[in-house]
């Protein structure tokens, strides 16, 4: 004899989970608009479609380790002596990921080019794009800790299998040759294929004392700024303004 599985969890065998979930729901609004054979399909279809994409978004969010961030909306565009708002504009639109260019934000620290990076970052995947979200440290801590050369194939297709990888901290730390190798192996794999995102307190001409043994240095740049929108920003520390500004705001009321 065979037991009929409820109606739920025959939804559930199918995939649509939420119409399991909201399966009462769905009922009486059906019910209460007395909707045909066709129009129950379709309210079906629309809120599994919307379920799907939003589990999708937040799959994709918690996958790119951006973490939290200040929205660029609250950047201070003239706190910075120079900086090219339209090119950054343009980097938020991901224009430069047709064709995977590359865009390396350049300037000092406390500018708020990690910040500008995260909010690409964000923008891409809500435009659907995988991403990944990672300091170059950690990056090249991964890859010079794995043990065989099939283990180490791995990670460099962990690392070039996002649509979008974002780099940053490029600079902060010297690297011995073979660190340097194993970023050039990440940036030549992607290389006119799939974009990245680099952020850097170093002008290219410094590059060399981040790695100030490795021969492929300049070739590491060359592949970088090949097909790359390079944005430069220059000015004081932002962080250090409002850490004065606050400083200042706690005597105040000190004295007050």
Partial sequence: MTTK???????NALGLRYAAAHLDDLVATATKRRFGPAEIIELIAEHEGQHRA???LERRLARSRIGRFKPVADYDWSWPKRIDREAIEAAL????????RNIVLVAPQGLGKTMIARN?????????HSVLFITAAQLLLDLAAQDSARALERRFRHYC???LLCLDEIGYLSYDARNADLLFQVVSRRYENKS????TN???SDWPTIFPNATCATALIDRTVHHADVIAIEGESYRRREAE????????????
């Avoid at 599985?5 to 939804?11: Q, R, S």
């Avoid at 690409?120 to 659907?128: E, F, K, N, P, S």
């Avoid at 500004?245 to 007050?256: G, L, M, N, V």
């Fill in 93 to 100: 639109r991901l224009d430069f990921l047709e064709g995977g």
């Fill in 120 to 128: 690409i970052a964000h923008q891409a995947v809500l435009a659907g």
């Fill in 202 to 204: 170093l002008a290219f």
């Fill in 54 to 56: 939003k589990r999708s």
């Fill in 5 to 11: 599985l409820p109606l739920a969890d025959h939804l």
């Fill in 161 to 163: 299998r996002p649509t």
């Fill in 196 to 199: 990245i995102v680099m952020t």
């Fill in 245 to 256: 500004a606050d400083k200042k705001s706690r005597r105040t009321k000190k004295a007050a």
